[in-house]
């Protein structure tokens, strides 16, 4: 296992090995289960907000890929709304179980 997988910065391990040189036990090295998460999270963050909005249960195909075929009405009070879009999906091999995509940010122009 590399540094980097086990430190969150260079600032970290630095920390960690002027500890040992004390003879004290490192703090920052292999982080468990909540300090993951929360790294995981600032390195990968959800752009939809779970706690807002409209979930949309879809089944994917062989390779992953969905298809939401959808219009946007010619109505010029939509002008300027921004929609956030991403899938979460179930992953037991992922960080808490969880998988997400790359999110899209689109905002409906003129």
């Known amino acids: 296992m590399e540094p980097a997988d086990r430190y969150a910065s260079a600032d970290q391990l630095t920390a960690d090995l002027n500890r040992l040189e004390r ?4 703090q920052n090295g292999q982080p468990n289960a909540p300090r993951r998460a929360a790294r995981q ?24 890929e969905v298809v939401l075929p959808a219009a ?10 921004r929609l956030d879009l991403q899938a979460a999906m179930l992953a037991p091999c992922g960080q808490l179980g969880l998988a997400a995509s790359a999110g899209l940010e689109m905002t409906i122009l003129r």
Do not use: N
């Open 23 to 26: 003879g004290l036990a490192p």
């Open 41 to 64: 999270a600032r390195r990968h963050p959800f752009l939809a907000d779970p706690g807002f909005g409209v979930m949309l249960p879809v089944r994917a195909d062989a390779c992953g």
């Open 72 to 81: 946007v009405p010619l109505d010029p009070r939509w002008a300027g709304l």
